[in-house]
């Protein structure tokens, strides 16, 4: 097999968070090849260097023996590298044609040439749609159709591309139904079939055992092992993506765990919640002091559930019973978490605000709570000045400040350091010893097996059983987060 | 809108639809009102020649609105345009000279708002609010602040009727720009880039847009037809007027926006734009005919952006 895409000693640093260490790569003409890690293993970076999104600092890919280093996404795709990212990428008020050919519109004398359009359009389309093309208009708006035939107007988008070499498919089959990726299998199958090199990044196993050939595992960003699918198990799998965390998480559960907090009466109940688009089918019930824990890969429905809970978001069906008032904390921290042009003050009282704000009284309320939180600020400090873990922090002591008895939080350790995410950690562990109630949620699970009482596992929109933290160990969660 | 089908032309759905609506509406209302003297066709032509300065500047506002930009400038390069030209023909230069020099100027500006936006990376409401004061400035120091009383040339032949006829040519150098704006943003790839940067930058900087090198080539479009209706100005006008043309830019808006384009990008027709422009010229008239006093004219006029643009919001939901 002649190697067409190998990338070695790969890295790349956003300020301090070293998001590729040392990543080897060796993907050849004709194969599927899987890349797998858990949330932040560095999957998209890969993804995005590889795409001519972003620019590696150190290391070297070579396309077909020659260096490649595309300086935008053209470029990349003109040397035949073609990417289908995993987050929604079309223009909703272009046509499906006009998305198919964005950036390569063919033209006659300077004018677009609209039938040469419409037969890239229809042929790439029946490529990746087969029969069922026809549920798709090529002249529609493209924002007019369903989310899951969106990402099959981007998978065909990268498939009318022609000389492509790569193909790169970020996800591609977690907002599809089950037999448009039934058909995309058969259609990546074929692919390879044809001399393409494809790399599948998917969290979902089976689907990687059925169609891929070999395998790359990341983890923390770097190469941690290499090989033919049919040589490895699932949980040898798994084992390598979490690596010795698995056990270690394990080990730490049972005898750790805070016994004394004591549960009190039950406050949020869900019962078969459903939303617009996801989630779709969500039941639990959650009792002041405890942690209810919700494990979910992207694409899972996640931040959809939160708000749906909280009520951000139209619910479809279902019923949602809340006893007591609720408070949400954003995955987004600079676009919803906070204010960050405001003092610390102004966002810690933000939610409850009297008509009349007297400085003196907001000041002292403020420093209860950086008192009660241990926030290394004061309350005049703007929250711009502040690092991610106080940023947090201040974010939290605004719902508290707010007298939210249920917090409903999304990720609440995202982009903090390793010491501010053991205080947050630690923080809500007291909080639900105080009796409040806590939902959270997390891509990474080895903190859900840390900080939670009971972990539920969403599934492409659906939350199975919570259990109990002991019987859950953070290879459990991924292996069935990640189930078909 | 089933059984209705006319081979998928959809006219009802389209953005210029209820504008033109509207147009018609009000102008069969102002003949029914006055049929002696809105009603006559010196009149339509009265309005169609008032409505070149606006429209032409409207046809590259549109780009720059569909792109998702704003260009609050127009009304300082009108001014500018005017001041430039008369500058240059009170100098003695040739008319083709003068009308060239005008023109490149004020592209150059547009230009450099598009660099703003882009290597500058600052917002284009701000971009081109400072721009819009910067020029205002310079025309009236090029000026001197006062008019530049200059032999226009026969320059106002574009503004006046001919002898055998009723529009004067700036009407149909109106309707050419306006044919040719709308063949730009719909046969060509850089319209089709256009669209696309409104409706999602990022996806098209994944897909290979220039999108850097399109902006800045819309805001120097806006500049250059700018710069044309600062010609229509100045024929109208006969001096160079640093003072002219203040909150022009608003009337412009105001015509894309009543033509359906919508302010977060991505949206947006030239025939749309036209309409809007007409419309408010129809509806200014049509008072004036009537006798209805100016505060009314001005509440009116707002009335009218309001309701297309709820009109619009009820069109965008109802297509979803």
Known sequence: MRTRLAVSGLAKTFGATRALVRVDLEVHAGEVHAVLGENGAGKSTLMGVLGGVLAADTGTVLLDGEPFRPRSPGAARDAGVSVVHQELAICPHLSVEDNLVLGREPTRFGLV????????????????????????????????????????????RALAVPGTRVLVLDEPTSSLAKDDAERLFVLVRALAERGLAVLYVSHFLDEVRRLCDRYTVLR??????SGAIADVGNDDLVAQMAGDRSRRTTARAGDEKPSARTLGDVVLTASHLAGTRLPSDVSFELRRGEILGIAGLVGSGRTELLRAVFGLDAVRSGTLDARAPMGMLSEDRKGEGIAL????????????????????????????????????????????????????????????????DVLLLDEPTRGVDVSSKAEILALLERLAAGG????????????????????????????????????????????????? | MSGLSLGGFRPWRRAWFAPLVTLFAVYALFVFLAPETFGRAVNLATMLRQTTVVAIAAVGMTFIIIQGGIDLSVGSMVALTTVVVAWKLKQGSSVPVALLLGIAVVTACGALNGLGTTALRITPFIVTLGSMTILRGAAKGLANEQKIDADIRGLDALVTPPENGLLPPGVYVALGIALAGAALLHYTRFGRHVFAIGSNEATARLCGVPVERTKILVYALGGALAGIAGLMELATLTVGDPTDSEG??????????????????????????????????????????LGIPNWVQHMLTGAIILTAAALDRFRRRSSR
Do not use: W, Y
């Open chain 1, 113 to 156: 040439d609209r039938k040469a359009v419409r037969a890239t359009a229809e042929k790439a389309l029946r490529e990746v749609l087969g029969t069922a093309a026809s549920r798709i208009d090529p002249a529609s708006a493209a924002g007019s159709l369903s989310v899951a035939d969106q990402q099959l107007v981007e998978i065909a």
């Open chain 2, 248 to 289: 022009l830019e608003l009337q412009v808006i105001a015509a894309v926006v009543v033509g359906g384009a919508s302010l977060s990008g991505g949206e947006g027709s030239i025939g749309g734009a036209l309409v809007g422009a007409f419309l408010m010229t129809v509806i200014k008239t049509g008072c004036t005919h």
């Open chain 1, 436 to 484: 409040k109630a806590i939902v959270m949620v997390s891509s990474q699970f080895a903190e859900l097996v840390h900080a939670c009482d009971r972990v539920a596992v969403l599934r492409r929109g659906v939350l199975g059983p919570a259990r109990p933290v002991a019987e859950r160990t953070e290879a459990m969660l991924l292996e069935e987060a990640s189930a078909p």
């Open chain 1, 341 to 404: 042009a405001l003092s610390v003050a102004d966002n810690v009282t933000l939610s409850r605000m009297p008509a009349v704000v007297l400085p003196g009284a907001q000041r002292r309320a403020t420093e209860a709570r950086i008192d009660e939180l241990f926030i290394k600020a004061t309350p005049e400090q703007s929250a711009l000045e502040l690092s991610g873990g106080n940023q947090q922090k201040v974010a939290l002591a605004r719902l508290l400040h707010q007298g939210a």
């Open chain 1, 220 to 225: 923390d960003g770097i190469t941690v092992g």
